[in-house]
């Protein structure tokens, strides 16, 4: 199959190729036509004028390349300036923490479309969160907790499906631990007018899961978690995007925490690879939602500690190393 780099070279020979046979048969003709005295001369002017007739666009094509460089150059500093300025004020702002909460209610959803070459997506200050069903589940998912950096652990971004059943070496208990996340979720569901309210999402078995149920209910959890993508003209031409969340206690209307994200893509809407989109290659600030998948439910983790089933410190020897032994699961 003929690749990009196939068809360039080709172009590139047939294009010198032609130069070549054209100076060839003129050559044939001043040696057949023109008397010996003027042959060199003749020839070497006719070589000249064929050259430069060959030359000449090449060169023009790379000044307008340059100058192309140059434009992009001033674009993607004068967007970056922008972006360095909104970055000022990303990041997070925790008022107040709160300890054993068991569930929380998402007042919207994550999309789970990705349009990454849409100049006005609407989630495209976090291209890579998860959406639609994943984006629940990432609330009620198992986290390796890194202690050193007080983040989920980055491999694999902490997310583990279950409460593992091989019991971790005695050096990773040092650093790491493992948590639970909230015991439920719950979402307002709409099917149609006559049917809709909240439905509470959580795992048949808390220590597997592979399993999620859902149940109607009316009285969601008091803390809510929510996000808005404003779609700003000014900042969506050189291909900047926002994205704010809100975390409150609507028991007692406060404002518990709010966080600010904000992406850049830098080749302002030009893709480098055919193989990628534009927004998938966007910048993120503040710079480690750049390795978090899920940015939105880490800040939440933050403010709303999740109630942690109980974990049993007891510990077996083996011959390799000591090792923690693994929660039973509870009854339900």
Request: hydrophobic share 40%; with cysteine; charged share 25%.
């Amino acid at each position: 199959m003929m690749t990009a780099e196939d068809i360039s070279r080709w172009a590139f020979l047939s294009y010198w190729g032609a130069m070549i046979f054209i100076l060839i048969v003129i050559w044939l003709v001043i040696l057949w036509r023109i008397k010996s005295g003027h042959r060199w001369w003749i020839g070497g002017l006719a070589t000249v004028l064929v050259v430069s007739g060959f030359s000449l666009p090449i060169f023009k094509s790379i000044q307008k390349d340059k100058q192309k460089i140059v434009v992009k150059n001033e674009k993607y500093l004068a967007a970056k300036a922008v972006f360095d300025e909104r970055c000022k004020d990303a990041g997070y702002k925790i008022y107040k923490t709160v300890e054993d909460v068991e569930g929380v209610t998402l007042l919207n959803v994550w999309s789970k479309e990705k349009e990454y070459e849409n100049q006005m997506w609407g989630n495209a200050a976090l291209p890579k969160s998860m959406g639609g069903k994943g984006y629940i589940k990432s609330f009620l998912l198992w986290r390796v907790w890194d202690y050193h950096t007080n983040e989920p652990y980055l491999y694999g971004q902490g997310f583990i499906s279950n409460k593992p059943t091989i019991p971790p070496k005695v050096d990773e208990i040092n650093r790491y631990k493992f948590t639970n996340g909230f015991q439920y979720v719950d979402v307002w569901h709409v099917a149609d007018w006559q049917n809709q309210g909240y439905l509470r999402y959580q795992f048949k078995d808390l220590y597997d899961l592979d399993e999620i149920t859902t149940t109607a209910i009316k009285k969601p959890s008091r803390y809510t978690v929510e996000f808005e993508n404003p779609i700003i003209p000014e900042d969506r031409k050189i291909w900047l995007a926002t994205t704010k969340a809100f975390i409150k206690d609507q028991q007692t209307g406060e404002l518990l925490g709010e966080a600010t994200w904000h992406s850049l893509h830098g080749g302002q809407g030009i893709k480098k690879y055919s193989t990628t989109g534009i927004w998938d290659r966007a910048r993120v600030c503040p710079d480690i939602a750049n390795s978090q998948m899920e940015p939105i439910q880490d800040f939440t983790l933050k403010v709303l500690k999740p109630k942690q089933l109980p974990q049993e410190p007891a510990v077996q020897t083996t011959s390799d190393a000591t090792v923690a032994k693994p929660p039973q699961a509870q009854p339900n």
